[in-house]
C-alpha cells in the first residue's frame, strides 16, 4: 500500500473528532458523572458521530443491503448491533414476525424504536424487542429471549451489519451465537469490512486500528471476519448453503474497506 494511501485515513479520524467532540463535551457539561464512566463517554461520542454517519452509510449501501436482507430474513430475526436500527427499514413485515435490536449503547435505543416503528415493528405490540447486552454475552441473550417467549431453539435470522469489526473477542463471540442464538436451519446475514488479503495493506490496516477503534465505538479495521463466518463447522454442506461475494470494484491494495457479504444456513440436526 502507497503512503498516500495509507495516510488517506486521517481526514476520516479528524472528521470524526469535529462532527462529535464538542457535542460530547456539552453533554458532560450537563452530566458531569459522565467522567466516572468511560465507556459511556465512548458510547456518547458515538451517538453523535452516528447521527451523522448511519444514514450517508446506509444510502450508500442500500442495494446491497435490499439484495442480502429483504428476501432472506424471516421469521425472529436477530440484528447483531442495531445502532440506529437501520435494518429495520430492509425487513419485509409479511416475512419477518419479529425485530430483536441487540444493541449495548442504551443511548442509540430511542432511534431504534422510531426506526423500527416506521418499519412496522413495535414493542407494544410485541413484534419489537431490544437488547442492551454484547454479543459476546450469549447466556444473557438466551435467557432475554427465552423471557420473551422465544422457543428454546432460538432466532430463525441473524443479521451482522458493520458490527462484528467491534464485539470483543469477535471469534469466541461470533461461533457462540451462531452455536446458541440461531435455530437449526436458520440463516445468518452479514455484511462486513474485513482484513484486506494484502499483507501490506493488512498491516496498516493493525496499525491506524488502536486509534480508528477509540473514535469508532471500538471497530477495527483488521478482522478476518469472512475467514471466521466460513470457518465455522456448523454450516449445511448442500450447494447454497455458503454463499460470499464481495462488494468492492476498486483495487484493495488502495482500499482500508475491503467489503465482504454472505449469507449462510445453519445445518439441520
Given at each position: 500500500m502507497k503512503l498516500i494511501n495509507a495516510l488517506s485515513i486521517l481526514p476520516e479520524?479528524?472528521?470524526?473528532?469535529?462532527?462529535?467532540?464538542?457535542?460530547?463535551?456539552?453533554?458532560?457539561?450537563?452530566?458531569?458523572?459522565?467522567?466516572?464512566?468511560?465507556?459511556?463517554?465512548?458510547?456518547?461520542?458515538?451517538?453523535?458521530?452516528?447521527?451523522l454517519y448511519g444514514d450517508g452509510m446506509d444510502e450508500g449501501n442500500k442495494v446491497t443491503k435490499q439484495r442480502l436482507i429483504s428476501i432472506n430474513a424471516k421469521g425472529?430475526?436477530?440484528d447483531i448491533g442495531a445502532g440506529y436500527g437501520h435494518t429495520a427499514s430492509y425487513l419485509d413485515p409479511t416475512l419477518v414476525t419479529k425485530y430483536i435490536a441487540l444493541e449495548p449503547n442504551t443511548f442509540m435505543h430511542?432511534?431504534?424504536r422510531t426506526r423500527a416503528a416506521?418499519?412496522?415493528?413495535?414493542?407494544?405490540?410485541?413484534?419489537?424487542?431490544?437488547?442492551?447486552?454484547?454479543?459476546?454475552?450469549?447466556d444473557l441473550i438466551c435467557a432475554a429471549l427465552r423471557n420473551?417467549?422465544?422457543?428454546?431453539?432460538?432466532?430463525?435470522?441473524?443479521?451482522?451489519?458493520?458490527?462484528?469489526?467491534?464485539?470483543?473477542?469477535?471469534?469466541?463471540?461470533?461461533?457462540g451465537l451462531l452455536e446458541?442464538?440461531?435455530?437449526?436451519?436458520?440463516?445468518?446475514?452479514?455484511?462486513e469490512h474485513v482484513r484486506n488479503t494484502r499483507e501490506d495493506a493488512a498491516w496498516w490496516q493493525g496499525f491506524w486500528s488502536p486509534c480508528w477503534s477509540l473514535l469508532f465505538g471500538g471497530c477495527r479495521l483488521d478482522r478476518a471476519t469472512d475467514v471466521w463466518v466460513d470457518e465455522w463447522?456448523?454450516?449445511?454442506?448442500?450447494?447454497g448453503m455458503k454463499?460470499?461475494?464481495?462488494?468492492?470494484?476498486?483495487?484493495?491494495?488502495?482500499?482500508?474497506?475491503?467489503?465482504?457479504v454472505g449469507q449462510y444456513v445453519k445445518t439441520q440436526k
Open positions: 479520524m479528524r472528521g470524526a473528532v469535529a462532527i462529535a467532540f464538542m457535542p460530547t463535551l456539552r453533554d458532560i457539561f450537563n452530566n458531569p458523572t459522565l467522567l466516572l464512566h468511560p465507556v459511556q463517554i465512548q458510547q456518547v461520542f458515538m451517538k453523535h458521530l452516528w447521527a425472529v430475526v436477530l430511542p432511534e431504534i416506521s418499519a412496522g415493528f413495535t414493542e407494544s405490540d410485541g413484534t419489537l424487542q431490544i437488547l442492551s447486552f454484547g454479543a459476546q454475552e450469549t420473551e417467549g422465544c422457543t428454546s431453539a432460538g432466532v430463525d435470522t441473524i443479521i451482522s451489519i458493520h458490527s462484528l469489526c467491534s464485539i470483543p473477542s469477535p471469534q469466541k463471540s461470533l461461533y446458541h442464538v440461531l435455530k437449526n436451519g436458520g440463516k445468518f446475514l452479514y455484511f463447522d456448523g454450516w449445511g454442506s448442500e450447494e454463499v460470499a461475494w464481495r462488494t468492492d470494484e476498486e483495487d484493495e491494495s488502495t482500499n482500508f474497506f475491503c467489503h465482504r
